[in-house]
């Protein structure tokens, strides 16, 4: 079956780094995406990679081995802004996205 | 511009009501989806279309249909509402069928079915 794992929750201090990690299981692979969604918001986009590699985009990079199944969400110099729910979410063979449950990110003082 | 909007934000339903959420974009997208979000769970797509006059069944597409009229509108209906319904629902659009270009997503219509 189609799978992405997540952490469910993490938290970080005002200032600092975090990573949040994703691993994908899917029945052939066109890219992965990062969303961000704000308590009782909609998700909004952040990244979508399809090579392998580290993208940077500002505060937030993210990175992708294909090989492993395996992408992250680097946010630096965290902002209380920042808390939110981050979620994954791969594209199949068939163009579909299979999502992830999302990361509830709490940052602290 | 205002993206996309939904209706109504939050809805209270009797069980066995008929439903109507509705979803109308302005950015003139050929693609639109319907998705669930619960607690814990990823966001479960229950129907799509990839253009007007067509639409197809996603992961969760019981109980639930839609239709595609025109490129602007994609509404959502509930034939015979069931507490299992109890969810957020998000309209969401992207400019081709690609499955890898950015999907928009509306703010979401929360709908409790007692």
């Known amino acids: 079956g189609q799978n992405i794992d997540q952490p469910t929750e993490m938290t970080a201090t005002e200032g600092a780094i975090v990573q949040i990690n994703c691993t994908y299981q899917?029945?052939?692979?066109?890219?992965l995406f990062w969303y961000q969604q704000h308590a009782g918001e909609a998700p909004t986009f952040l990244s979508y990679?399809?090579l392998d590699g580290l993208e940077e985009k500002g505060r937030f990079s993210s990175f992708l081995s294909r090989s492993k199944g395996y992408s992250y969400l680097l946010l630096k110099e965290l902002q209380m802004k920042d808390s939110a729910s981050y979620l994954c979410a791969a594209v199949d063979s068939n163009y579909q996205l299979i999502w992830g449950a999302g990361t509830k990110l709490i940052i602290k003082p | 511009i205002a993206g996309i909007t939904q209706a109504p934000t939050s809805q209270i339903l009797a069980a066995g009501r008929r439903m109507t959420l509705r979803c109308t974009q302005d950015m003139r997208h050929n693609a639109m989806y319907w998705y669930r979000q619960d607690l814990g769970l990823g966001l479960r797509l229950i129907h799509y279309s990839n253009t007007a006059g067509t639409t197809g069944k996603g992961e969760v597409p019981d109980g639930y249909s839609v239709s595609r009229a025109n490129t602007d509108d994609f509404p959502l209906t509930l034939a015979s509402a069931v507490p299992s319904q109890t969810s957020v629902y998000f309209c969401?659009?992207?400019?081709?069928?690609?499955?890898?270009?950015?999907?928009?997503f509306g703010p979401g219509t929360r709908l409790t079915v007692l």
């Open positions: 969401a659009s992207s400019d081709s069928t690609s499955g890898t270009d950015t999907q928009y």
């Open positions: 899917t029945s052939g692979f066109n890219g």
């Open positions: 990679n399809v």
